[in-house]
């Protein structure tokens, strides 16, 4: 069982985190689970190729691109940003995609922004031939469905579960599988709420709540606050924590436990849901401000 029972806290709260984080060394946490479906269903449908979108330090394209090498698939990786595509070797997560065997091809944002378009979809079927389509951070039915799988019979102790979201198909499946006296936290790393949307047409249960104030600016925005914070979580726990989603959220979660969100007694479960590889492209962003980086040894 990967869970770990961290720093005691006043009122008799209790808090463990999952390390979903530790389920494979490179498709780790909630990609792990996104894709496990979406693979099989390929298979079955005798699909060669996967074809998916991402940003310059993406963990689902890190993660499409392994688990293509070791299930036998080809790969594309469609990036935002065309001005990528002379910088690849300066880029970690970019670097080790196209070490697995994926194809990137870089377009530019506006073109990007039409990701979900049938007509650009079908120009990239007429560019690239057949293939099986994972959505940007691998969000769909099927990967709901693997999301369902995090919440074991050994979580029916937990009051809350607390997930960061995405684009929102983790915590979907978190609530889909949660048991009634259970509460899913969710803690967005983009600025707003407009994702409640999205999860609802995804999920029955009402059970949930998005706890919005931690977004620390918006997606792939860090200060020196998050940064120390990450950095003293290790040295006290030994578990990293990456700085887009699951760092934002356990900082959340203790900050809410210090201002006496939780009711006495409360046993709270964090998932941590990976992104670990990200850590290593956010210290190149940082070195480059001038700012402290991310201090981790694993």
Not at 67 to 84: D, N, P, V
Not at 124 to 134: A, S, T
Not at 292 to 298: F, K, L, M, W
């Amino acid at each position: 069982m990967n869970q770990k029972v961290i720093t005691a806290f006043p009122n008799s709260i209790s808090v463990t985190i999952k390390r979903e984080d530790l389920i494979h060394p490179f498709v780790s946490g909630n990609k792990f689970r996104k894709l496990k479906y979406n693979l099989l269903e390929a298979k079955k449908n005798e699909q060669t190729t996967l074809l998916t979108f991402g940003g310059a330090f993406s963990n689902h394209i890190a993660a499409v691109a392994y688990a293509g090498k070791e299930k036998g698939f080809k790969t594309i990786g469609i990036i935002r940003g065309e001005e990528l595509e002379s910088k690849i070797s300066e880029n970690p997560t970019l670097i080790f995609a196209q070490n697995c065997g994926m194809q990137l091809e870089f377009i530019s944002r506006d073109a990007y922004r039409l990701k979900s378009d049938d007509s650009f979809l079908e120009k990239l079927k007429q560019q690239f031939g057949r293939f099986y389509l994972l959505p940007e951070g691998g969000t769909n039915d099927l990967a709901i469905k693997g999301c369902e799988e995090i919440l074991t019979q050994e979580d029916a102790q937990f009051d809350y579960i607390c997930c960061a979201i995405g684009t929102g198909g983790t915590i979907s499946g978190i609530i889909n599988s949660a048991l009634p006296h259970q509460k899913v936290l969710g803690f967005p790393a983009l600025k707003g709420d407009f994702l409640k949307e999205e999860i609802r047409s995804f999920v029955q249960n009402e059970n949930w709540e998005f706890i919005t104030d931690y977004h620390f600016g918006g997606y792939g925005k860090v200060n020196e606050a998050l940064i120390g914070f990450i950095n003293s979580f290790y040295k006290q726990n030994k578990i990293p924590l990456d700085p887009i989603y699951t760092g934002k959220m356990v900082f959340g979660v203790i900050d809410l436990i210090q201002k006496n969100y939780f009711p006495a007694q409360s046993k709270i479960l964090l998932i941590h849901t990976g992104g670990i590889q990200g850590i290593q492209g956010m210290n190149m962003k940082l070195r480059n401000k001038q700012l402290p980086i991310i201090e981790i040894n694993d």
